[in-house]
């Protein structure tokens, strides 16, 4: 017992490790901002306009893990609650009770799952559809069309890949003896790729594996040594894309061609952003010796680089759509096109600790508020006044590039 129980915690930190962007904990839950003070917004370079803010919803009582754009609106990740948040303030809530909850969306579908706990379920902004319980603890999840694919510990492997449709019917199984399955994505309804890691002679190894539920055996396989497999997303046909530590990478399993798009020498790999079509790839990296010195590389989808755009001062986070790239600095951020075009920005005298795009509009959350701009940087004042949300239980201010 306990070396499973070691085995679990060691898969965990490897996940943890792997995440690019580490969130700041704030709270969750809807009610008008007690606090008499308000902050003060500068808008985009055009209007120089100092305004007072109010928020379209309050947090609190809860930390918020997680916030992602979930169709027209956002969704927000918290201790208990997933919350569906739209531009006019309405919101609904499914409560969960999850000790490290993770989310995996897919249009409308929403997988919600304990990882390193044995539950998970499928849900949307109308309510849970139905909830599963493995038989052992969760490494990681997704889900494609109405199909699941779990990676969970086992008995007789290391890692144990389960693929099943949403009433629960095992469509494709496979044990993995030695490595820990750290990622899956699917390529198409009847293929996924894994990433898995291992130790080997005092080194750790990273191994990408292919699977076609028709096969017993893998279709492709990869493994990279002094190079470690930070994410694996492949929902493109035939192809794998792969974030390491030192590059972005993309392989069509079929041809077995590669086209790799490497950062500069010397630097470290901290986000990537993508078209949903990787029409449009941009690379955000830093320097190990300077992390204010901070470069967005934007490239086409054969890897000719199409801009840069260079950053004196270090980044919080970043988030994109298929249009626009939401770069935050902490107390302010500049939001472009996926040319490398500058359309706006926000200074935020209170701070960001997050800022989601969702179609054209901004979702910026600060000190327990989530506050809503356009692209160019416009405050957006709506006309709502915050009700209990719906319970469904089961600056740029002289700063320069």
């Known amino acids: 017992m306990k070396t499973k129980i070691l085995r679990i915690f060691i898969v965990l930190i490897f996940i943890s490790v792997s995440a690019l962007i580490i969130f700041f904990a704030v709270g969750l839950y809807k009610e008008q901002n007690p606090a008499e003070t308000k902050p003060k917004i500068v808008n985009s370079d055009e209007n120089r306009k100092e305004v007072v803010a109010d928020s379209i919803f309050y947090v609190s009582n809860d930390s918020v893990i997680d916030m992602q754009s979930y169709k027209n609106k956002i969704i927000i990740l918290a201790n208990s609650t997933v919350v569906y948040l739209d531009e006019d303030g309405e919101s609904s809530v499914n409560k969960h009770n999850y000790a490290n909850p993770t989310i995996e969306i897919y249009k409308s579908n929403v997988l919600l799952y304990d990882r390193g706990g044995t539950h998970y379920r499928v849900e949307n902004e109308n309510g849970i559809l139905f909830e599963y319980e493995s038989e052992y603890p969760i490494y990681c999840a997704t889900l494609y069309k109405n199909n699941i694919a779990l990676s969970t510990d086992s008995e007789n492997a290391n890692s144990y890949i389960n693929v099943h449709n949403f009433r629960n019917e095992t469509i494709f199984s496979a044990n993995i003896v030695e490595q820990y399955v750290i990622k899956i994505s699917f390529i198409n309804s009847d293929t996924i790729a894994v990433s898995a890691v291992c130790t080997k002679d005092a080194r750790i190894y990273s191994i990408i594996r292919v699977y076609e539920f028709d096969y017993a055996s893998e279709l492709f396989t990869e493994t990279f040594f002094d190079e470690t497999i930070i994410d694996i997303f492949a929902k493109n046909k035939n192809h794998i894309n792969l974030i390491s530590d030192t590059a972005f990478s993309q392989y069509d399993y079929k041809k077995d061609v590669v086209n790799t798009f490497d950062t500069h020498s010397g ?97 910026l959350l600060s000190q327990n508020n989530i506050y809503l701009f356009n692209v160019r940087g416009e405050y957006i004042m709506v006309d709502y006044q915050p009700e209990p949300p719906t319970i469904i239980e089961g600056n740029e201010e002289g700063v320069t590039d």
Do not use: C, M, P
Request: hydrophobic share 35%.
């Open 267 to 363: 630097v470290l790999l901290r986000a990537i952003v993508a078209t949903s079509d990787y029409s449009r790839i941009g690379l955000l990296t830093s320097h190990y010796t300077n992390t204010e010195n901070e470069t967005l590389d934007i490239f086409k989808r054969n890897g000719d680089l199409l801009t840069s755009v260079v950053f004196l001062t270090n980044i919080k986070s970043i988030s994109n759509n298929d249009k626009y790239i939401i770069v935050n600095f902490g107390n302010y951020s500049k939001h472009y096109t996926f040319s490398g075009e500058y359309v706006g920005s926000v200074s935020f005298n209170w701070g960001q600790t997050k800022s989601i795009v969702s179609g054209s509009k901004v979702y």
